[in-house]
């Protein structure tokens, strides 16, 4: 078949342009004769290509000079664990916002290793806005403060980092990194699955300010020490050649198309343009997210008739659209809007949620 | 370029029917009109390449039905740490047997989560052969007796399995899983990085069996714990969703070869080959391991003047040769003859030995 549209929302759509580099390369990448996934890690060419990869995103990101970039394995999920392990000890303590179902997991691997206090939640609210920053109960002598800036199952966004004092700020960025300008200088560390805005499942990027890495860890395997990893460039042991290499191949494509500013401009349109169907489709399909946290990077609506979500589903699977259903936590539908989402399969959408409303409406 | 003759230690050479099927489904794998990288690892299609891949492997190693089969990730190095905190109490003992660097590295990694004894070592012969069973001295009351059957760095194989009694015996074999037929009941839990004979790096497969699954873990987060892996079909988060199809593919491809006896076969004829090579040189080259220890899968070899050693490497490449250079810990050369590395490769490499010695010798 042609290529769908996809509307994951992790592992999620990559540019076609990377796909279709990947393939060329398969074979014989950069004349050596093999395939990335076939060569050393320590070999002059992949360690060209992962010093060239951290030298993009730090050029894309803009990253200060005082931090250190990490390509790392485990998921977010390890990190929610491993996090703690490095930056607190095993008696102090970490505030946590909780905002939905990733930050609330965040909690509960990080409890085993570290005193965790929520310090404001959503989830009387069912994850449906953010709680207002006033009503933060953060202790100032807390080892961090951990947020989600975007929680993808209900599509929940921060759009602005706020402001936690001293303490430095942690930020879970799996679902919305890469998706529009940061100021990097804003946190202490941020860290990010990569099969959302970066490439494959399997890898995670981590940006961590140098201080933290100073901090005594507690008494952990070597292996999952960060301050370990960045004094071995992430070869501590074999780091995934492929996602690196992907990675690479994205934050390419990202740049060609004009960097941060440009996928910001594009993500706010394309979120818009859907909130915007949703919104005047006289109550066929609705959002529930409080207005101003809607997340530019999922955008989750109900069918005003559950009864319609099964039809739904399956009249745009055989239209060509794939990975709309919602996350099986809140139900109905979820387009998925990452970088990767071309402007025209969010309009190819757009029409085809119109034309459902008008066939079953 | 043509593609190199690959005897790289790892990440290795992969089969190149794999690749190729690789690259035709990169675009469109199994007619879902996106890579397998770009749909979610809960959609019906993953979960069903997941399934049959672990039967395929089951299969080929003849897994018993009371061991489970995980893809985790973090390479072999994380799980040095991550075993005793699953199999032994914090303030318990597990005994190691060191016969290299890596299960050097394995004890001093899993030093922080157990007292980690190191029962038998060949340190003092620098792990140029393995020290006689009838040396170790092995706790009956240890969590688990550690063992690397295969080191890369060497080339130092156990050709049989120990026996160590009662006391449960967990394996490494990232260096020589599927290079033969093995008697998976002999093992309390074999793991091993993906990168040699599996697939790409950034997996670990692990066969561990269920009563060490009931043991209680320390005090660590779930993602860390086999036991809620095992429960989770190793869906606790998104895994490496591409390596998991890789091995897959590989796996398909070792038994269209005619499964694991075949490959041990090959193996033996393989290592065979470059051994004589080296044997019957008259001193050009030499190989300083214990005859009956020699590696399968890891040949090393040093030339009789060191002097030799960058002319014979790029000579070498220039031949298209790849992955020759021996490992910086010991010098020299090494060819590592993991399953994908053909027969006709082993030729054209002996035949290269012979006449580099001829002209330099």
């Known amino acids: ?12 759509a990559l540019p076609e342009a990377v796909l279709r580099q990947a393939q060329a390369d398969l074979l014989d990448w950069n004349g050596s004769g093999a395939s990335v996934m076939e060569l050393s890690h320590r070999g002059k060419r992949f360690m060209e290509l992962a010093a060239a990869t951290e030298e993009r995103l730090r050029r894309l990101m803009g990253i200060p000079a005082n931090y250190r970039v990490l390509f790392l394995q485990g998921g977010a999920t390890q990190h929610f664990a491993q996090i703690p392990m490095n930056l607190a000890p095993r008696d102090g303590s970490a505030d946590y916002i ?25 989830e009387a609210d069912d994850f449906r806005s953010l709680p207002p920053r006033d009503t933060w109960r953060l202790d100032p002598s807390a080892s961090y403060v951990h947020y989600t800036p975007n929680e993808t199952i209900r599509g929940l966004e921060f759009h602005d980092v706020p402001d936690v004092g001293d303490v430095p700020l942690v930020a879970d960025m799996s679902s919305n990194i890469l998706g529009a300008p940061l100021d990097v200088s804003r946190f202490g560390l941020i860290y990010a699955g990569a099969q959302k805005n970066i490439g494959p ?6 940006i961590v300010r140098d201080d933290l890495l100073e901090r005594a860890p507690q008494p952990i395997a070597k292996i999952l020490r960060y301050a370990e990893q960045a004094k071995n460039d992430s070869m501590l042991n074999t780091p995934n050649t492929w996602g690196w290499y992907l990675a690479g191949l994205t934050f390419e494509w990202i740049e060609g198309q004009g960097g941060l500013a440009v996928m910001g401009e594009r993500n706010a349109r394309k979120s818009a343009t859907v909130y915007a169907a949703i919104d005047g489709s006289d109550g066929f399909y609705r959002n529930d997210v409080q207005r101003s946290a809607r997340s530019r990077m999922n955008v989750s609506f109900v069918l005003h008739d559950t009864a319609l979500d099964a039809v739904f589903l399956q009249e745009s699977e055989a239209a ?18 990452y970088n990767a989402v071309s402007e025209p399969a969010v309009d190819e959408l757009v029409k085809f949620m119109r034309d459902f409303a008008a066939r079953h409406g």
């Not at 078949?1 to 999620?12: H, K, L």
């Not at 909780?98 to 959503?122: D, L």
């Not at 499942?201 to 981590?206: A, C, D, N, Q, T």
């Open 98 to 122: 909780v905002t939905g179902v990733f930050s609330r997991k965040a909690v509960s691997e990080a409890a085993h290793h570290v005193n965790a206090n929520v310090a404001a939640t959503s």
């Open 320 to 337: 060509g659209f794939i990975g709309l259903k919602g996350h099986k936590a809140i139900g109905g539908m979820r387009a998925s809007l």
């Open 1 to 12: 078949m042609d290529r769908a549209w996809n509307f994951s929302a992790g592992p999620a």
């Open 201 to 206: 499942s399997g890898l995670v990027v981590m």
